[in-house]
């Protein structure tokens, strides 16, 4: 359990703030590869990242 580090936050969101949201990420998902392209450590791990966002009410008016 020290190796993990596993977090969560519930918010309240408007569909405009998804959209932005959903590319924040997507960024944030581009510059980690970066950095991590970038370094010269010894890569003798292997990890997964998960980074996951969902709706927990239904509204009608939200669509993929």
């Not at 359990?1 to 932005?20: F, I």
């Not at 590869?33 to 791990?45: C, E, G, K, T, V």
């Amino acid at each position: 359990s020290k190796d993990r580090d596993v977090s969560s936050v519930t918010v309240t969101l408007s569909l405009e703030q998804m959209k932005e949201l959903k590319d924040r990420i997507f960024h944030f998902r581009k510059s980690l590869l970066s950095w991590i392209s970038a370094s010269n450590h010894n890569r003798d791990q292997v990890y997964q990242l998960n980074i996951q966002i969902f709706p927990m009410t239904k509204t009608g008016e939200a669509k993929p």
